[in-house]
């Protein structure tokens, strides 16, 4: 069954919630950068920052009006166009990915009916993959049209990444589609009223959270920006708001990875043994959920160490790939055989 | 982990590693790797080494940290360790000619050795006669002019040693990053003032 939108919205909701989400969205961003340094430290016994502002509070501010003061720069050998509109690619697929991402039941907002979510489409999981597939053309050009070798390893290595763990993660968010039989994501929350999909689909949670480790270039597979033989990789050659906006699509990927993860394995705006909180807690149960995911990213971060490539290769696709695969039957089977 | 073996004789060694016509003679000792790990080897080593590495460092997320906030806090010195230059005064009073406001005479006599010892050439001295209306130091000559360029001194502490009066000595101060060059030479008042003591000295057994 295709998820039926059983109401519709009036025009300005749609576009109230446009800004909110992007307003929202935005807004956590900085919190993510922050929370990752300043975890980051502590992970290694130290502060982080902690100057800037009350507890370093206001360090991300300083940061982004540092890179966006600076001077826009490019290299002789890059293409023009192409080195200016591959970190935009990169910033708008994030952002619109993160527009599918249900915060919340449908409520009653002042006598309309309004749902916490941009828009629930019904292709849902595909939504995400075909926007995940656009990102990649955001690292993959702006590698190739800066002109140096460094970004061009670094966006040939991306490339090869997205599409060997893509597969893995589609694989692993198949299982949870044949369960829920439905592919609206707001429809896969609804399933999980008896048990959040993390029991049932544990072994598909765990691929679907290393592949988006994968997925978002996040470290131990952040082998596009691997500094130690790549200088920056793929945005070697950017600076300063054209840096930032790469800077900022990565970690709103990390955010965006968190949120599916949350509705789709984690039971989104539900809460466990049968606690109903008010409608308008809903995006805050969601928050909480995906903040603890977000700590899963900085935490791996903090402890594991790069991969190389060919271990990054082999990972994907003898080890990842086969028990994606095996998940997705083993799923199929059982769903066929309880029917 | 690699095992050390007991190191074979020439013929042995080779043989160990599978190499013809190669006589490494007594001293190579062969180190024999442990075999490839097997696949629940490798399972262990991928999933409950890395749950491992995760336990670590979480542990260590819960410990206070380390971090000195410098400029508020400091590590404290220990009291050999050779900062900013003193120049020392006696601790009486006196001497014919001298200014009683100012203490002692001068420890330093002039006599450059310091100067001479000084391995970045950094110390510069002009030594002037005392006079029974006008005595600075106790000895014959004293240092008119005694000037360390900070900038190029490295802090080996030499000149200490080659004093023979123990004028001069080095401190504990480190704070020393200025504005310009030429506020870096140190003179004869800045020296022999009494230094700021900014720096925190570490305590016996601390």
Redesign the interface.
Known sequence: MIAVVGYYEPWWIQIVKAIVIFAVGLQLVPVVLLAERKLLGRFQARYGPNRVGPYGALQPLADILKLLTKEQFRPSTSVGLLFAVAPLISILTAVAAFAIIPFGNVQDIFGTRVGLYGIDVSIGPLYVFAFGGVAFYGIMLGGWSSGSKYSFLGAMRGAAQLISYEVSQGLALLGVIITSQTLSLTGIVTAQKGMWYIVPQFFGFLIFLVAGFAETNRAPFDLTEADAELVGGYNTEFGGGRFASYYFAEYLNVLVVSGIVTTVFLGGWLLPFGIHPPGFLDPFVVLFKMSLITFLFIWARATLPRLRYDQLMSFGWKVLLPLATLNTLVTAILVVVTH | MSTHTEPPAGDAAAALLNVEGWNPGEDVIVVKRTPAPGPARSTWR?FAE?LR??A???G??L?????V?YPEEKTPVYPRFRGRHKLHRFEDVGGAGSDPAQGGLEKCVGCSLCAAACPADCIRVVAAENTPEHRVSAGERYAAVYEINLSRCIFCGYCEIACPFDAITMGHDYELSDYDRSDLIFTKEMLLAEPLERTPLRNEGE
């Not at chain 2, 410990?63 to 971090?67: C, M």
């Open positions: 991928t890395t590495g995760l670590t460092t979480f260590r997320m410990e206070t940290p380390v971090t906030q």
